[in-house]
């Protein structure tokens, strides 16, 4: 990876817009690209400004609160800006699947009274990154750089200090930690933990074998009220053709009106007065014109008949009123009549003609009473006579059978059939009582079957999630275990390899060559101890302060080059706590050789002219920063690469 340009606008000391290009020498023989300026000029905030726009929020740590890094971001707006706005912008390229990418991640932000909006855009390609929600940026630049990595490689003074002084080795075991990405591991074994505590099976889980016992029993309790209500629907079945039996012999023996002499008696007047009403309302039926609608076809030409009989009638009127009209005309003196002699013959030649084709037979009635008459016959004369014809003959027959029972009556052989009757009755009533009981019950258990069933359903399930979640559980337990076997045996060959490095590091730069033989790194709490080369343990109080910034120094370069990684180094005065010789060393050796692109920031004071030309040959770009004369901002230079500063 390598950081091609830093744009700042408005950040911190940086007024208005200011960037650096960074980009080293394409031959690889220039990775230095030096910044110096004085204190308070602004080197560190360019450290911020890359942190800042690689992290965002993570860059002040991983449980920073909102609010505060709004408030940081307010801080950080230049004082003077007019906007009341900033913005950081950082070019990089790095190599993905053989081929160079570039990319382009700006951070900007304006305030809104004690509030900040915040706005970030990541380009890659020169084109805007669309194959991801604009809420995962930050996890995307996290897995290209993770920022608990980015402390081996971008780093200050102060951390130089820490790692120096010894005081507490919880930092260095931090960085080695997330270098090796054992904090990961630590991560996923305390998710395993918290899995397996969570999917231990309940020991009070649902007992099967009781479900299937209680089923069991259920289910032959159930064959038994099964049989005993298929016994009871024989007994019903047979109490019916009991029934059935006595009903007919109780019916031939006269059935109930059997049982009452008198009252069988009463019964046949009854129905003999019905008769007789039945047949005085047909005889009058008989006397209306209803008779003759027995014979339809002769009734139609009946009706004919007295129609065209009217026609005949009818013209001897005419013929008698034409006779009186022609009277009254002779009668009347007019030199022109309106109705003459041959008006009369063409009128009684016409209705001679009509007469011609009349039927020669007579009629004892007027034709037009006889059609009346007819008319008179309609279908509701025609459904009153059958209806009470259907109610004579079932009168009848009723009469006909009541006589014959009267004939025969005998009331003791109706009382015994009774009886029979009677007992098969009783016996369908209590088999149809207990079958209904039976059902009842047989409903019932059915019920509770079918609860069980599920109820050994859903403990079959429990039984197998708890034996799922058992053999998880072990799974679980397993993986916790194989992740401790290797994080011991990745932290135990990568302590190897630091220690190597180290070694070879400090070696290189401490005056004192080949002062140590060994390093030994304790894999629990990272404390180091040094060995000479007489295999004795060097502690380090023994070295001087420049030494363990040598140290320090040493162990910082030693894990980035176990970390396998290819990051810029970006180190901010790392001389100011070196004497002479150190530093001598520290620039001829370290700098050029730490990685391909080493930004340094250092002071006037740092950064002598001795050293200055012992890095120059690596040069690739140089710039000034600070306050100017007369400005209230950090102000930007760039200088010619070979260009080497006086010593002041």
């Given at each position: 990876?390598?950081l091609?340009?830093?744009?700042?606008?408005?950040?911190?000391?940086?007024?208005?817009?200011?960037?650096?290009?960074?980009?080293?020498?394409?031959?690889?023989?220039k990775?230095?690209?030096?910044?110096?300026?004085?204190?308070?000029?602004?080197k560190?905030?360019?450290?911020?400004a890359?942190?800042?726009?690689?992290?965002?929020?993570?860059?002040?740590?991983?449980?920073?609160?909102?609010?505060?890094?709004?408030?940081?971001?307010?801080?950080?707006?230049?004082?003077?800006?007019?906007?009341?706005?900033?913005?950081?912008?950082?070019?990089f390229?790095?190599?993905?699947?053989?081929?160079?990418?570039?990319?382009?991640?700006?951070?900007?932000?304006?305030?809104?009274?004690?509030?900040?909006?915040?706005?970030?855009?990541l380009?890659?390609?020169?084109?805007?990154?669309?194959?991801m929600p604009?809420?995962?940026?930050?996890?995307?630049?996290?897995?290209m750089?993770?920022?608990?990595?980015?402390?081996?490689?971008?780093?200050?003074?102060?951390?130089?200090?820490?790692?120096?002084?010894?005081a507490?080795?919880?930092?260095?075991?931090?960085?080695?930690?997330?270098?090796?990405?054992?904090?990961?591991?630590?991560?996923?074994?305390?998710?395993?933990?918290?899995?397996?505590?969570?999917?231990?099976?309940?020991?009070?889980?649902?007992?099967?074998?009781a479900?299937?016992?209680?089923?069991?029993?259920a289910?032959?309790?159930?064959?038994?009220?099964?049989e005993?209500?298929?016994?009871?629907?024989?007994?019903?079945?047979?109490?019916?053709?009991?029934?059935?039996?006595?009903?007919?012999?109780?019916?031939?023996?006269?059935?109930?009106?059997?049982?009452?002499?008198?009252?069988?008696?009463?019964?046949?007047?009854?129905v003999?007065?019905?008769?007789?009403?039945?047949?005085?309302?047909?005889?009058?039926?008989?006397?209306?014109?209803?008779?003759?609608?027995?014979?339809?076809?002769?009734l139609?030409?009946?009706?004919e008949?007295?129609?065209?009989?009217?026609?005949?009638i009818?013209?001897?009127?005419?013929?008698?009123?034409?006779?009186a009209?022609?009277?009254?005309?002779?009668?009347?003196?007019?030199?022109?009549?309106?109705?003459?002699?041959?008006?009369?013959d063409?009128?009684?030649?016409?209705?001679?003609?009509?007469?011609?084709?009349?039927?020669?037979?007579?009629?004892?009635?007027?034709?037009?009473?006889?059609?009346?008459?007819?008319?008179?016959?309609?279908?509701d004369?025609?459904?009153?006579?059958?209806?009470?014809?259907?109610?004579?003959?079932?009168?009848?027959?009723?009469q006909?059978?009541?006589?014959?029972?009267?004939?025969?009556?005998?009331?003791?052989?109706?009382?015994?059939?009774?009886?029979?009757?009677r007992?098969?009755?009783?016996?369908?009533?209590?088999?149809?009582?207990?079958?209904?009981?039976?059902?009842?019950?047989?409903?019932?258990?059915?019920?509770?079957?079918?609860?069980?069933?599920?109820?050994?359903?859903?403990?079959?399930?429990?039984e197998f999630d708890?034996?799922?979640?058992?053999?998880?559980?072990?799974?679980?337990?397993?993986?916790?275990?194989?992740?401790?076997?290797?994080?011991?045996?990745?932290?135990?060959?990568r302590?190897?390899?630091?220690?190597?490095?180290?070694?070879?590091?400090?070696?290189?730069?401490?005056?004192?060559?080949?002062?140590?033989?060994?390093?030994?790194v304790?894999?629990?709490?990272?404390?180091?101890?040094?060995?000479?080369?007489?295999?004795?343990?060097?502690?380090?109080?023994?070295?001087?302060?420049?030494?363990?910034?040598?140290?320090?120094?040493?162990?910082?370069?030693?894990?980035?080059?176990?970390?396998?990684?290819?990051?810029?180094?970006?180190?901010?005065?790392?001389?100011?706590?070196?004497?002479?010789?150190?530093?001598?060393?520290?620039?001829k050796?370290?700098?050029?050789?730490?990685?391909?692109?080493?930004?340094?920031?250092?002071?006037?004071?740092?950064?002598?002219?001795?050293?200055?030309?012992?890095?120059?040959p690596?040069?690739?770009?140089?710039?000034?920063?600070?306050?100017?004369?007369?400005?209230?901002?950090?102000?930007?230079?760039?200088?010619?690469?070979e260009?080497?500063?006086?010593?002041?």
């Open positions: 990876m390598i091609e340009k830093l744009a700042l606008t408005n950040f911190g000391l940086y007024g208005g817009d200011n960037q650096f290009d960074l980009a080293p020498g394409r031959n690889g023989d990775p230095v690209i030096l910044v110096r300026g004085h204190n308070g000029g602004g560190t905030t360019f450290l911020e890359v942190r800042l726009a690689l992290y965002g929020k993570r860059a002040l740590g991983v449980r920073v609160a909102r609010s505060d890094y709004e408030a940081y971001l307010l801080r950080r707006i230049y004082a003077l800006a007019p906007e009341r706005s900033a913005s950081v912008r950082l070019e390229s790095r190599a993905e699947e053989g081929r160079l990418v570039q990319y382009c991640v700006t951070r900007s932000w304006a305030a809104r009274g004690a509030s900040v909006i915040e706005s970030m855009e380009l890659r390609g020169g084109e805007l990154v669309d194959d604009s809420e995962d940026w930050d996890h995307y630049l996290e897995d750089i993770p920022s608990g990595i980015s402390q081996l490689f971008f780093f200050d003074g102060e951390k130089i200090q820490d790692i120096a002084d010894g507490s080795t919880d930092g260095l075991r931090d960085a080695v930690r997330s270098l090796l990405g054992l904090d990961l591991i630590d991560q996923l074994r305390s998710d395993l933990a918290l899995y397996t505590a969570r999917r231990n099976p309940s020991a009070t889980g649902p007992d099967v074998a479900i299937e016992r209680d089923l069991r029993e289910r032959e309790e159930l064959a038994i009220l099964e005993n209500a298929a016994q009871d629907r024989a007994n019903r079945d047979r109490a019916e053709r009991r029934i059935l039996k006595a009903q007919r012999a109780f019916d031939a023996e006269g059935g109930t009106v059997a049982l009452d002499r008198s009252g069988l008696k009463q019964t046949i007047k009854e003999e007065k019905r008769i007789d009403w039945l047949r005085g309302d047909l005889r009058r039926l008989a006397e209306s014109p209803l008779p003759l609608g027995l014979a339809p076809k002769l139609l030409r009946l009706a008949r007295a129609a065209a009989g009217g026609a005949g009818n013209k001897d009127a005419i013929v008698a009123f034409l006779d009209f022609e009277t009254m005309q002779a009668g009347k003196a007019s030199k022109r009549p309106s109705w003459t002699k041959g008006h009369f063409a009128l009684r030649q016409y209705l001679d003609k009509e007469e011609e084709g009349l039927p020669e037979s007579e009629l004892d009635a007027d034709p037009v009473w006889i059609i009346s008459r007819i008319e008179c016959i309609d279908d004369l025609r459904a009153q006579a059958a209806k009470l014809a259907g109610e004579l003959d079932t009168a009848l027959k009723r006909s059978r009541l006589k014959k029972q009267l004939r025969n009556f005998d009331e003791s052989a109706a009382n015994e059939t009774l009886e029979v009757l007992a098969a009755e009783y016996d369908r009533g209590r088999a149809e009582a207990q079958l209904a009981e039976r059902e009842k019950a047989t409903a019932t258990l059915r019920n509770r079957i079918g609860q069980l069933e599920k109820e050994r359903s859903r403990a079959i399930d429990v708890a034996t799922l979640a058992s053999h998880k559980v072990d799974l679980g337990e397993r993986a916790r275990a194989a992740l401790a076997a290797y994080e011991k045996r990745v932290l135990g060959r302590i190897e390899q630091l220690s190597t490095h180290f070694v070879d590091c400090f070696n290189g730069l401490i005056r004192k060559k080949r002062l140590l033989e060994n390093v030994t304790d894999p629990h709490t990272f404390e180091i101890a040094l060995v000479g080369e007489d295999g004795v343990e060097i502690p380090k109080e023994a070295l001087s302060a420049g030494e363990r910034q040598i140290f320090a120094i040493s162990m910082l370069w030693a894990l980035g080059q176990t970390s396998g990684r290819d990051l810029p180094m970006i180190i901010d005065t790392p001389l100011s706590r070196l004497d002479r010789a150190h530093r001598r060393a520290l620039i050796d370290y700098v050029p050789n730490a990685s391909r692109q080493v930004i340094l920031l250092c002071t006037d004071s740092e950064l002598t002219s001795d050293l200055d030309k012992l890095v120059s690596y040069v690739a770009r140089r710039y000034e920063i600070g306050v100017g004369q007369g400005n209230r901002w950090t102000e930007v230079v760039e200088q010619a690469p260009a080497a500063y006086a010593h002041q």
